[in-house]
């Protein structure tokens, strides 16, 4: 009845507008899936395993606790043993899906019998249980998850077309696309391809004048001349470090309840600097997760001490909001704090969910409670309380342990850190205690249910914690850059991928366990992860690598046959289109205006923001309960320096999904929304950059066409076709006539930016509705 | 049998045959715009649950959640306790503490003196409820009301327990409860918002909002909370700049419309023509908005029935007869919090004035609700995060005290939206302090808003990450003697 009625909503509330589709369709019943051919052989690690684990595990998986019928279908040992329950039968018996419960009870029609349960809310496909039944009539292998195995270097393999590949990264694409009988895009046009490489490389589209040299240089390696154009750029650093802070939840604010201020910035400013000298991967986590507990010549407390860009690396680990909320029980917190280290160096560096076994034995992967217990004690023995202070002054601003940066660190080891003044300046770091602080396994997850005491250790079933290693932060380094770790390239090359490709070999970049997605490319992902090992974890060098395949160079167009065959487009027979990041869509803006301002790091600003959020939201106590709005050049920085106070993140940039750094975040939403559409339209930032732009341009001695075309190329960068020319031109003649006197002085009155006294007022206003238009195309927030 | 057919036939991922069908972009486009979700491919529709769709016949199509933020004492609105004048000053026995956790603010106290209200109770309507003398109001509306007194909460402190309440889990980034129902259910109005947050202020201790109360988490951000704020730009960014009249946007839009088909000539995106309506919806908002937050229209009647109060933007009063109208308008889930129910000291002097603020104002709407025919099918909802300690935080005097958090009872109300009415649901000892029957857990109340706007809340599931989310977590029953 339910269904019944389901059916009749559906088709109540959707009739008038696309009800004609569904008529005559309704009695469908099988999916694309379902029709889909089964492989000749069925391999567990592709076809079965996802089954297993969505719809078995839960209750005969990996959690202990949870399991029913004391049978684990994860394992095979398990899984042929004769049942607890009725010791005359078998889960699995190779080859004979006849004489096997799973299948059986898969297969069955009768509820009190059939798997899974239909309280559990899960079902079975046709094609799901075919497969088994096949797998079963195969031989049932098991096979070790794909992602915990080391991967290692697959040999290139080998196309029809030879002609098309650039690097080796092709050889993987074009042999799945041949498979499937697709053929590659051409290569983009040269304005597109600068745009989109301009923008992967450096947040910022191409000047004009790089533009033209790119267009006027025939040479056959006058890309790769690009490549390394940009990769030099400072602005590249920039571009990286903003995946990062998603990754290490960086703020300018504690996160709890009055929310205050916090001075982390110069951590930022490390990574951004780590970025442009092209720390290896390798070093750069290293130093973010012991870097207080390595020794260098020139330590800052004498030899064997870490340097202070060591110490200040750490910062990666206090970075998570830390309360300033009175009630508070301190050993709550403090546990919290431990746990967001642990998840995020399960998510974000390893892609593992460790934080399912924050409460109980995984449900879908082979880590227990317990192993979740031994990494949590790594990150156990800081010497941090769970309350500090409540919201204060200066000396809130960072929780012990902390370092002070002093003016002299800023004239030498630290002249990255763009310090403004010469006011204390302190920042949360690392630092244990110099006694051990036992560790628990805390039962429910419960910060004051204690369990057995553990040991800091790594889940066996990714690799066992070799003993040689020291039982610390620093040995859990060396485990994760172990070349026998599977995990650890994998993840940040995927990573990498996903910030040029718009989405992972792995499409879930976190969760490379069961439930995670496979890869569209596993090989492609070994060679990756092995090349990028072998080659000293070069960041720079894998960014190059991928930019300059010829995979990324095709055109985005799309024909409406791969839409049809590869809607996602996960064959890459065609190049990303994707809308960029919140922060590159103001960055755009201001940069094509003329107004960017070009510093990097220092203190996070407070740009235009509509009035009232911060005060609606506040307590009324701290520094940040009242919004004082910047002025001058602090108006116009990059997207990535405007303050993030938690609690009410930045509006226009939210609004584009940037992340709210709650938590670790390592893929962002791309949605497309009508708040965005007012937010182009009607953002003072936006109005602000079109009338400075007009502004310029009305200077110049040009016909209307030429102001229309030029302020075109700078925010598009592209020349834009007759048709456009046309219709923009139009679009300012018209506005031009009737434009009155009186809308003319109230469109002029926005932004802080001075109008020069000799333009006329009427054409520039005209001008600068025609410039919202073009920021307003979806072509420009695109790279395509 | 037939049930599974039919299962199967209409579920069979409705997605895949949309897209399948090779119709015009348009129609896929508009699609995807009336149930956001349709499209998308992390949903988990293949185990009975299709976003846009509810599950069964709802009671109730939409919410109006006035979040009383700060937590009041129920000892002073709802729970009546003689007793504790009785034992006024005398310690609290160790029997009835058990081993409840304290917050940071009292752990350090010596002694734990109880406290009886300062003000007096009476019952009324056919339920005899009773209702303090701060309620005035809504003690005339108790026949509507279905009062929960027995609600109870895991978390001790604002920020953990505010967040438990609207998204299910102390922690982490989940997605509120209007989100959740604005996955679940899809939109009535196409020109307003489907989610929308109004904030006030009383006089009382004021404890922070955050937006990631009315986050949208995993799920797509057109189901986040749209905050409405008072003065000319209700929603972010939603006025045209000064100077631009309507048609000359129009125009603008005109324009953009026809280079954007020339870009989509060009590249075949179907994004591209999914912008253009995002653009379109945006320009109807710019008229939807303003309409609806336009309260000058109002009979005289209507602004006497919630107060002077409800001519003054941004206040509670003002922002429970925008409430009505844009639920009115078919907004799913309207949001209110109104802030300054911490009463740790002061409380007398601080709580009347803070129920004075909030009084009339809810009554008013449950009122124009019923007045207008739409109380049955709107869920009106008032409560806090937690309730209030029955000893005395901080010294007590003769006519001043205070009260600390207290997670394991607390008192709010529902109306309409299919709750029996002239009801009292559950009680707490005679001290106060504990549930003595009925107990009420967070999850419990969440499972049974769901399941009035036609939700199971087990099958109410998003996949994120490798795991089915619900708003309920992994427990939560519907309460079933609660519902008409």
């Known amino acids: 009845m339910r269904q019944l009625f389901r059916k009749t909503y559906y088709l109540l509330t959707t009739v008038l507008a696309i009800g004609w589709f569904i008529s005559g369709c309704s009695s469908h019943s099988s999916s694309l899936a379902d029709e889909e051919k089964l492989p000749d052989q069925v391999s567990y690690n592709f076809d079965i ?4 684990s969505d719809k078995c595990s839960a209750c ?297 076994a924050h409460c109980h034995d995984h449900k879908y992967d082979p880590f227990s409670q317990k192993e979740y217990y031994k990494l949590f004690a790594f990150f156990n023995n800081v010497k941090e309380v769970g309350i500090e202070s409540v919201i204060g002054g200066p000396d809130t601003y960072a929780k012990k342990p902390l370092m002070e940066i ?40 419960m910060y004051d249910a204690y369990g057995d005491e553990v040991q800091p250790g790594t889940p066996a079933s990714i690799l066992p914690f070799n003993k040689d290693y020291p039982k610390n932060r620093l040995g859990l380094s060396k485990w994760m850059f172990d070349r026998k770790n599977p995990l650890t390239a994998r993840v940040y090359v995927n990573q990498i991928w996903q910030e040029f490709f ?49 995979t990324y160079r095709q055109s985005a167009v799309i024909s409406p046959e791969k839409l049809q065959t590869d809607p996602d487009n996960l064959l890459l027979a065609r190049g990303p289109r994707y809308r960029i990041e919140a922060e590159f869509v103001r960055d755009l803006v201001l940069s094509s205006s003329g107004l960017l301002n070009r510093t990097i790091g220092g203190p996070s600003v407070k740009p235009y923001q509509p009035d009232g959020l911060w005060e609606g939201a506040t307590s009324g106590r701290g520094l940040l309960s009242m919004y004082v709005q910047d002025h001058g050049g602090s108006l116009y920085r990059r997207g990535m320096y405007t303050l993030i106070k938690r609690t009410v993140p930045p509006p226009s940039l939210a609004i584009f999904d940037a992340s709210n750094r709650d938590l670790c975040e390592i ?24 009338r400075v732009l007009a502004a310029r341009l009305l200077q110049e001695r040009s016909a209307p066409a030429d102001k229309i075309n030029r302020a075109f190329r700078l925010i598009v960068s592209r020349k834009p076709n007759e048709k456009e020319t046309a219709l923009l031109t139009a679009y300012y003649e018209k506005e031009l006539k009737t434009l009155t006197k009186s809308s003319v002085e109230k469109s002029l009155a926005v932004g802080e930016y001075p109008i020069p006294p000799q333009v006329d007022k009427t054409k520039l206003t005209a001008l600068m509705r025609v410039v919202t238009t073009i920021y307003n195309l979806e072509e420009t927030i695109t790279k395509s | 049998m037939e049930k599974e057919i039919l299962e199967h036939g209409l579920n069979f991922n409705r997605r895949r045959f949309l897209s399948r069908l090779s119709l015009g972009l348009g129609s896929a486009a508009l699609g995807s715009l009336l149930v956001p979700d349709l499209f998308r491919s992390s949903g988990a529709d293949e185990e009975g649950f299709t976003p846009g769709i509810p599950h069964f016949a709802p009671k109730a199509k939409r919410v109006i959640y006035l979040f009383q933020n700060g937590a009041p004492s129920q000892q002073e609105l709802f729970d009546y306790k003689p007793k504790l004048r009785e034992l006024m000053g005398q310690e609290i026995p160790s029997s009835v503490r058990g081993t409840q956790r304290l917050t940071g603010m009292t752990a350090g106290q010596k002694e734990f003196p109880l406290v009886g209200s300062f003000v007096d109770f009476k019952q009324y309507g056919q339920s005899r ?210 802030q300054g ?115 199971n809340h087990e099958k109410l599931i998003f996949k994120h990450l490798g795991r089915r989310y619900r708003l309920t977590d992994v427990s939560g029953k519907v309460i079933n003697d609660i519902i008409a």
Request: charged share 25%.
């Open chain 2, 129 to 338: 409820a009773w209702v303090s003398d701060l309620l005035p109001y809504t003690a005339k509306i108790v026949d509507d009301l279905c009062i929960v007194k027995s609600m109870y909460t895991e978390a001790i402190n604002h920020d953990p327990a505010l967040t438990f309440l609207q998204t299910g889990s102390q922690q982490g980034n989940r997605p509120s409860m209007g989100s959740w129902l604005s996955y679940g259910l899809g939109n009535e109005n196409k020109n307003l918002p489907n989610f929308t947050v109004l904030l006030s202020r009383g006089i009382g201790n004021g404890q922070g909002v955050y937006s990631k109360l009315w986050s949208n988490g995993f799920l797509d951000s057109i189901h986040q909370g749209v905050q409405f704020s008072k003065g000319e730009d209700p929603v972010l960014y939603l006025r045209d700049p000064e100077g631009m009249n309507r048609q000359e946007r129009r125009a603008m839009l005109d324009n953009l419309a026809q280079l954007n088909d020339l870009s989509y000539q060009e590249f075949g995106d179907p994004e591209i023509t999914a912008k253009v309506k995002q653009y379109e919806m945006a320009y109807r908002m710019q008229t939807a908005v303003p309409d609806v937050m336009d309260l000058s229209k109002e009979p005289d009647d209507i602004i006497k029935l919630y107060g002077p109060d409800c001519l003054v933007p941004g206040t509670f009063a003002a922002n429970c007869l925008l409430a009505r109208k844009l639920s009115e308008n078919g907004v799913r889930f309207v949001q209110l919090y109104h």
């Open chain 1, 406 to 445: 002093c003016d002299e660190d800023v004239q030498g080891i630290l002249s990255f850190v763009n310090k403004l003044d010469t006011n204390k300046l302190i920042v949360s770091v690392m630092g244990d205690l110099d006694t051990t602080r036992k560790t628990f396994i805390l039962k429910r997850g």
């Open chain 1, 60 to 356: 005969h998986g990996p959690d202990a606790n949870k399991r029913e019928a004391g049978l684990r279908l994860d394992q095979p040992e398990s899984a042929f043993k004769a049942l607890k329950e009725h010791p005359t039968a078998h889960a699995l018996v190779a080859g004979k899906p006849a004489l096997s419960e799973v299948f059986l009870r898969i297969s069955a029609t009768d509820t009190s019998v059939i798997m899974p349960p239909p309280s559990s809310n899960l079902k079975l496909s046709s094609r799901e249980i075919k497969l088994i039944e096949k797998w079963i009539k195969q031989g049932a292998t098991y096979e070790k998850h794909w992602a915990f195995v080391a991967p290692k270097k697959p040999a290139l393999p080998t196309v029809s077309r030879k002609d098309w590949p650039k690097n080796d990264i092709d050889y993987f694409i074009l042999q799945k696309q041949e498979q499937k009988g697709l053929a590659p895009n051409d290569e983009a046009d040269k304005e597109r391809l600068l745009k989109r490489l301009s923008l992967d490389l450096t947040g910022l589209p191409p000047t004009l004048a790089m533009m033209d040299r790119f267009l006027a240089d025939k040479r056959p390696d006058a890309y790769e001349k690009a490549v390394d154009d940009l990769l030099k750029n400072p602005a590249y650093g920039e571009k990286m470090a903003l995946h990062w802070l998603d990754v290490a939840r960086y703020a300018d604010s504690h996160g709890y309840q009055d929310d205050g201020y916090r001075t982390q910035w110069p951590w930022r400013d490390w990574v951004i600097h780590a970025f442009n000298k092209n720390m290896r991967y390798n070093d750069f986590v290293t130093w973010q997760l012991a870097g207080d507990l390595l020794s260098s010549p020139n330590g800052f407390g004498g030899p064997g001490t870490p340097t202070k860009e060591q110490l200040l690396a750490t910062g990666f680990n206090r970075n998570h909001k830390i309360t300033e909320e009175g009630g508070t029980i301190p050993e709550e917190y403090r546990t919290m704090y431990v746990t967001d280290r642990t998840d995020l160096f399960g998510k974000g560096l390893l892609g593992v969910t460790m934080e399912c």
């Open chain 1, 502 to 550: 718009g989405k992972g070999i792995v499409k879930t970049p976190g969760d490379f366990g069961m439930q995670g997605e496979l890869p569209s490319h596993p090989e492609l992902l070994d060679w990756l992860a092995v090349d990028f090992m072998e080659h000293g974890w070069d960041v720079k060098r894998l960014v190059k690598q991928l930019v300059t395949s010829a």
């Open chain 1, 667 to 690: 893929r962002r939403l791309k949605t497309n929304t009508p708040l965005q559409a007012l937010v182009m339209l009607n953002d003072p930032t936006v109005l602000e950059a079109s």
């Open chain 2, 341 to 455: 129910w911490d009463q740790h000291g002061n409380l007398p002097f601080e709580i009347t004035k803070q129920a004075k603020d909030v009084d009339q104002a809810s009554a008013a709407l449950v009122t124009d609700l019923k007045q207008r025919g739409l109380l049955d099918e709107t869920l009106v909802i008032w409560g806090g995060e937690f309730g209030r300690t029955s000893y005395t935080q901080g010294k007590l005097t003769k006519d001043n005290y205070g009260r600390d958090h207290h997670p394991r009872c607390f008192t709010i109300w529902m109306a309409g939206g299919g709750i029996k009415p002239g009801m009292v649901y559950g009680e707490t000892d005679e001290m106060g302090y504990n549930i003595a029957s009925n107990p009420v857990h967070v999850h419990d109340f969440q499972a049974t808003v769901l399941h009035q706007l036609g939700l």
């Open chain 1, 49 to 52: 395993r996802p089954i297993l």
